[in-house]
């Protein structure tokens, strides 16, 4: 059983901090990481996708991919009350579909002004 | 540009009943997936379509599921009889042709389905 393995918080910072959203995946095969932003009641929006070891940033928003610790991280600079969300962990999975996703069950993040 | 829709956004019913889901992705897109979120837990694979085909119906929970994608435009998911345990938050979301791009799924707004 593929798992992805997330802290469902809630995580909380204050404004202007860093946070720092933690994810583990049990595949060791897996190639392809997302990170998805789900505002209460609203569709997942991928905010990051991540493939190779190391950093990738992308604005406030910094990937980090552990492949050898099975491990993907999200970090959020100069966080604001609009970034609290639930933050979903996926991971790709070729052993079945061309694409499907295998979801963790996510960080609830809130920024407090 | 569009995105994916789902129809409708809520649904209460009984059990036993049978519901339709609709998901109408975005045009052009050849990959379409079906979610489920139960509460509590994490977002769950049900089935890919490339275009009107099957690619994968490994997550179909029973055969209490059937989905459809005529034409490989829009889809339907419907649930015949409903359980108590179908209650969850179908999502949808589609995908450009494989190759194209790195394949970002995006999602719809989901359809929240309720067993009585």
């Known amino acids: 059983q593929k798992e992805v393995e997330q802290n469902s918080g809630p995580l909380s910072v204050p404004e202007g901090a860093i946070a720092s959203l933690n994810c583990t995946y049990s595949d060791r095969g897996s190639q392809s990481f997302f990170w998805y932003r789900q505002y209460s009641g609203k569709s997942p929006e991928l905010i990051m996708f991540i493939y190779s070891n190391g950093d990738k940033e992308d604005g406030r928003f910094t990937a980090q991919l552990n492949k050898a610790s099975q491990y993907v991280s999200l970090l959020i600079r100069d966080s604001q009350p609009s970034d609290s969300a639930t933050y979903l962990c996926a991971v790709k999975d070729y052993g079945g579909s061309q694409g499907n996703l295998i979801f963790g069950k996510g960080t609830k993040l809130s920024v407090k002004p | 540009e569009a995105g994916v829709t789902q129809f409708p956004s809520h649904s209460v019913i009984e059990k036993g009943q049978t519901v339709t889901l609709r998901c109408d992705p975005i045009s052009g897109h050849d990959n379409l997936y079906w979610y489920r979120r139960v509460m509590g837990k994490e977002i769950k694979f049900l089935l890919h379509f490339v275009k009107e085909s099957k690619q994968d119906e490994s997550g179909m929970p029973n055969n209490r599921f059937l989905a459809e994608r005529t034409g490989g435009t829009y889809s339907t998911l419907k649930v015949q009889p409903a359980e108590l345990e179908d209650s969850g938050v179908y999502f949808c979301?589609?995908?450009?042709?494989?190759?194209?791009?790195?394949?970002?799924?995006?999602f719809g707004p989901g359809t929240r389905l309720t067993v009585l």
């Open positions: 979301a589609s995908s450009q042709p494989t190759g194209t791009s790195y394949n970002e799924q995006f």
